[in-house]
């Protein structure tokens, strides 16, 4: 069974950072795409950032690049996001997610994790 | 960036009826289109994926149709358990993009 556990979350003054983890399991890792959705208080889904299974190639969303990192530890199976320069519109719940299939990137994603809140507030 | 319009934004049906949630892309997307399902405090599901397929698990009430820049997802017989809010995705394109949602209520 497929299991997404992501931690990190909390309270950050504008203008700080934060680094978000997902625990992986149940998969071969290094064999799907993962991504980073977003949902804001009350509001709809925002894809954030994809990255291959090799780590190689990552992608992300106009409004986070630049400031956003997306990374993998293959060796512990685990999912990375790293947020600087953070404002108040990035506060979220943000969301793990693999993707589909092995072959392509960021297309659909079939297993989510619970999901971390991230509040961005002085 | 292509843009997913969802409508209704809201659908208010009984259990038992029939639900049709529509996704107009703003290009072309072939069928490179999903469905997700969302519950209070819960993470999404996908449904359907490639515009008709079920992804594992989802019931056969469920099912997805159209091309190009037009989509639907219908529930055939509503269950206690599908009032949710739903959201389409496509992957033709990067960033990859999501509508803006439909509730379906108990009416």
């Known amino acids: 069974e497929v299991q997404l556990l992501e931690s990190g979350g909390g309270l950050v003054q504008p203008g700080g950072s934060l680094s978000l983890s997902c625990a992986a399991s149940?998969?071969?890792?290094?064999?799907?795409?993962m991504s980073w959705v977003r949902q804001a208080p009350g509001k709809g889904l925002e894809w954030v950032s994809t990255?291959?299974?090799?780590?190689?190639?990552?992608f992300f969303a106009d409004s986070v690049s630049g400031r956003f990192t997306i990374s993998r530890d293959t060796s512990k199976n685990t999912l990375y996001l790293h947020m600087h320069s953070l404002r108040a519109e990035d506060t979220a719940v943000y969301y793990c997610?693999?993707?589909?299939?092995?072959?392509?990137?960021?297309?659909?994603?079939?297993?989510w994790g619970q999901g971390t809140l991230v509040t961005v507030s002085s | 960036e292509i843009v997913l319009t969802q409508s209704p934004a809201t659908l208010s049906l009984s259990p038992g009826e029939r639900a049709t949630l529509s996704c107009r892309a703003s290009?072309?997307?072939?069928?490179?289109l999903a469905w997700y399902q969302q519950k209070p405090g819960q993470a999404p599901r996908l449904l359907i994926y490639?515009?008709?397929n079920r992804a594992t698990g989802i019931p056969a009430r469920f099912s997805g149709s159209g091309s190009e820049t037009g989509f639907t997802l219908t529930i055939s017989s509503l269950e206690p358990e599908d009032f949710a809010v739903y959201y389409c995705?496509?992957?033709?394109?990067?960033?990859?993009?999501f509508g803006q949602g439909t509730k379906v209520e108990i009416k």
């Open positions: 997610a693999k993707d589909l299939w092995e072959i392509g990137l960021g297309y659909h994603f079939d297993s």
């Open positions: 149940g998969f071969t890792f290094t064999s799907y795409g």
């Open positions: 990255i291959s299974g090799s780590g190689g190639s990552t």
């Open positions: 290009q072309s997307i072939s069928t490179y």
């Open positions: 490639d515009a008709s």
């Open positions: 995705q496509q992957r033709s394109n990067w960033p990859k993009t």
